[in-house]
C-alpha cells in the first residue's frame, strides 16, 4: 500500500505532463504548444539577428543573452518531455527527440566551438509542431505516409543510385581518354565530376568537352540525364500509392510519444506500449 501511495503522485504528475506536453487537445495543451512556438520564432530571430554584423556590434550581448535564455527554457522542455514519458530513451532517438536536442546543443558548443551558435537555426524544424496546434494534424499523417514510401522505395533507389554511379565512373574515365589534360578532364575524378554535372542537367561549364567525339558523348549523357532523373519518382509514386491505402492515427504514445499508428492500433508500433 504505501509503494502504491508513493508511486501514485508521479504517476500522476507524468500523465498530466505528457498530456500537456504532447497533447493539443486540451486548454493546458494547446497554451503549451502555442507558447512553445512563439518562443522558437523569438530565439531563431534572435539568431539570425546576431549574424548580422552591424546589429551585433552594437546588440551583440544582448543576443547572447537572449540566446541562452531560450537554450535553458528549451533545455529544461527537454528534460520535461522525457520525464513524461515512460520510455524516455525511445523518445530521445525519435525524430522530434533528435531535434529537441539539436535545438539546444549549439549553444553549448560554441563555448568551445566559436560560432557553433549559428547552427540554432535548425530549431525551425520544431516550428513543424505548429500543424498539432492548428488542427493539421492529419497532414503530420501524410507525413507519416510519405516516410512509409520512402522507406519502402529505399532497396530500389539503392539500385538505381548504383547504376548511376557505374555510370558516371565509365563516362568519367571514358572522356579522360577522349579529352585529356589540355580540355581540362586532367583526372577520372575530375572527369567523373563533369559527369554527375552532366547527368543531372545542372551543367555548371566550368569543363566542357573540346573535341568532337567528347561533345558527342556528352550529347548522350546529357539525353540519358533526363530519363535518370524520371526513374526515382516514379520509384517514389508507386511505394507512395501503396502507403496512402493505409490511414494512421496521430495520438502520441505515451511512452515513447511517437505519432503514426494504425487506427484499429491498441499498442505504439514502435515500443508496444498501449495507446
Same mark, same amino acid.
Given at each position: ?8 503522485? %508521479? ?5 498530466? !505532463? ?15 504548444? &502555442? ?46 518531455? !522525457? ?5 524516455? +530513451? ?18 553549448? !558548443? ?10 540554432? #537555426? ?17 497532414? +503530420?499523417?501524410?507525413?507519416? &505516409?510519405?516516410?512509409?514510401? +520512402? ?7 539503392? &539500385?538505381?543510385?548504383? %547504376?548511376?554511379? %557505374? ?23 575530375? =572527369? ?8 543531372? %542537367? ?37 511505394? +507512395?500509392? =501503396? #502507403? ?8 502520441? /504514445? ?8 494504425? !487506427?484499429?492500433?491498441?499498442? /505504439?508500433?514502435? /515500443?508496444?506500449?498501449?495507446?
Amino acid at each position: 500500500m504505501s509503494n502504491a501511495s508513493e508511486q501514485g503522485p %508521479t504517476e500522476g504528475l507524468r500523465g498530466r !505532463l505528457h498530456e500537456i506536453i504532447f497533447e493539443a487537445e486540451t486548454p493546458a495543451g494547446r497554451a503549451f504548444d &502555442v507558447g512553445l512556438l512563439w518562443a522558437i520564432l523569438f530565439s531563431i530571430i534572435a539568431v539570425m539577428l546576431e549574424s548580422v554584423a552591424s546589429v551585433r556590434a552594437q546588440y551583440g550581448s544582448l543576443l547572447l543573452g537572449v540566446e541562452w535564455f531560450f537554450t535553458g527554457l528549451f533545455t529544461l522542455e527537454y528534460l520535461l518531455r !522525457l520525464f513524461s514519458v515512460s520510455k524516455p +530513451l525511445r523518445y530521445a532517438r525519435s525524430f522530434f527527440g533528435l531535434v529537441d536536442l539539436l535545438a539546444i546543443l549549439p549553444t553549448f !558548443l560554441s563555448v568551445l566551438i566559436p560560432g557553433a551558435q549559428s547552427l540554432l #537555426a535548425i530549431r525551425v524544424l520544431r516550428l513543424l509542431r505548429v500543424f498539432r496546434v492548428l488542427k493539421l494534424s492529419h497532414l +503530420l499523417g501524410q507525413a507519416e &505516409v510519405l516516410l512509409t514510401a +520512402l522507406r519502402a522505395s529505399r532497396p530500389k533507389i539503392t &539500385v538505381f543510385l548504383g %547504376t548511376v554511379l %557505374t555510370i558516371v565512373v565509365i563516362m568519367g574515365a571514358l572522356m579522360y581518354v577522349v579529352e585529356g589534360q589540355e580540355n581540362g578532364f586532367d583526372s577520372i575524378p575530375r =572527369a567523373m565530376y563533369w559527369a554527375i554535372v552532366t547527368v543531372t %542537367t545542372v551543367g555548371f561549364g566550368d569543363i566542357t568537352p573540346k573535341t568532337a567525339p567528347g561533345q558527342f558523348i556528352a550529347s548522350i549523357l546529357m539525353v540519358m540525364g533526363y530519363g535518370i532523373i524520371a526513374v526515382p519518382t516514379g520509384i517514389v509514386s508507386v511505394e +507512395l500509392a =501503396a #502507403a496512402t491505402r493505409h490511414a494512421v492515427d496521430n495520438r502520441a /504514445c505515451p511512452a515513447c510519444g511517437q505519432q503514426g499508428h494504425d !487506427l484499429d492500433a491498441h499498442f /505504439c508500433k514502435h /515500443c508496444g506500449h498501449g495507446l
